[in-house]
DNA sequence: AACTTCGAGTGGTATTACCACTAACCTGGT
DNA sequence: ACCAGGTTAGTGGTAATACCACTCGAAGTT
């Protein structure tokens, strides 16, 4: 059960994202919104302070709560919740998911780089027993893309890098709450498992610009097929949510 | 003058990162720390707010309010917050720092890959543009390392890609806030004017490959220096806070 | 017409009270 | 001695009310 601060903020997002309110617009006042929201003012403020800190709207002392462009004012950590958002109504997020692979796809190439020139032995070695463990749920889907997510947060503590472990955290966020994602993992499994093998053995022969141009390759050709798979049964879940899995889809 | 609210906010965090408070450990209880932040509990819990939009707790009803790790909790736009964070007292955090730009430059390059398959003709004369307005101000350390970013901002957006946008804001963010920055700009800004164009050439031209490798090396030497200089800043700073300016941050 | 003043309305903080929930303690049984 | 089960103190979540600091525009003054 969501409480009732999550609920007044999700009413607010989605009429600021809905284009109800405008950037540059203030939203209704405090006191008027507990009417709108049914809640009282001390929940309104709480919803307040996520999307402020959302950056989707700031509050000016004496003024108003001024809505902003979250182009301009938000960090990664709006994917997120975007993706949350839109799930709930409105259409599928394919744009915004596709944005989403882009990046991780982009930072993935210069990782293996990153890691190539700084991972240690045993680094290395706990990677390799990570990709022993997704072997053995290539079946599963949901248990291959969490084993999957704990590769890609273990590589990423490989780099060395703060910066890059906090946007690999955002962008994991945003992405394992994209529904049927799991279904785009779990049908390239047996194929990821060999690659990341490959990966590996390139990493410790200090290949790493080989590393590098395969794993752009690989994520290429990957993230095409999954926007496919994912079009697929967005395409399809509204009008046969039981048969979801059909030919159409896999082959994509 | 910062509101309470922030200081409040402030004060917990500090306990937080100076380990006062560790990873599982839970929070004293709101009704507690209204005495020992000598505040309110709206406010008091308007700061819990703020630490748990960063990731830094999670407030577990009827326990209390749990401390988490936030290299796995947080996301990238808590950078920002730990670069002002740890300017107020502490050691200057040059790891960090280092960790950011690198970050940077590891999506540059790609970036710079993007735009150079999508950019429109009017992508670029704009781009020119705002290359003429930063030659305007090459003498100016503040404006010029302004002008950068404005430049920066529009190179991201004709890479067209949301998810890339929101990065870079949150990197801007977490970079403006770092002082002695923008004297490093302003150390390389006519060259950095220059590398520019050459750059918008590259891209005019569709040499996408080469317009890459040049990113990558100009700022792997531009880092270094920066680094170096705000290191040299933050070494001479505490001792001869008047005379900050000195020749040997100057020749770094 | 330009300027000043003032008041209605805004977000920010404080106080008090109660609710929903958790965990540990105590109690009673076996 | 042990262990289920209910009691209880303490937690975060929500509510209602009041006041403060601030902004902005309309009314009044020059």
Do not use: C
């Amino acid at each position: 059960m969501k409480k009732s601060v999550d609920r007044a903020a999700d009413a607010i997002r989605a009429w600021i994202l809905g284009g109800k309110y405008r950037p540059g617009d203030f939203l209704p006042g405090e006191r008027e919104l507990t009417g709108l929201l049914g809640v009282s003012r001390i929940t309104v403020r709480g919803a307040l302070a996520r999307l402020r800190a959302e950056g989707l709207v700031r509050p000016e002392q004496g003024a108003g709560t001024r809505v902003l462009d979250f182009r301009e004012s938000s960090g990664v950590d709006l994917l997120a919740v975007l993706a949350a958002q839109r799930m709930a109504g409105g259409p599928f997020p394919l744009d915004l998911l596709s944005d989403l692979l882009e990046l991780r796809r982009l930072v993935a190439v210069e990782l293996v780089g990153l890691v190539g020139e700084r991972a240690t032995t045993s680094d290395l070695s706990e990677l390799r027993a990570l990709v022993g463990q997704m072997r053995g749920v290539t079946g599963d889907p949901s248990a291959f893309m969490t084993a999957d997510l704990r590769f890609a947060r273990r590589l990423v503590r490989a780099s060395r890098n703060l910066a890059l472990e906090l946007l690999a955290n955002a962008i994991v966020r945003a992405l394992e709450g994209q529904p049927g994602l799991h279904l785009a993992f779990g049908a390239n499994a047996a194929r990821t498992v060999i690659v990341y093998e490959h990966l590996l053995s390139l990493l410790e022969r200090g290949r790493v610009e080989k590393a590098r141009a395969m794993t752009r390759r690989l994520l290429e050709r990957l993230d095409r097929s999954t926007l496919a798979l994912v079009a697929a049964l967005s395409g399809a879940t509204p009008r046969e949510p039981s048969i979801a899995g059909t030919p159409t889809a896999k082959e994509a």
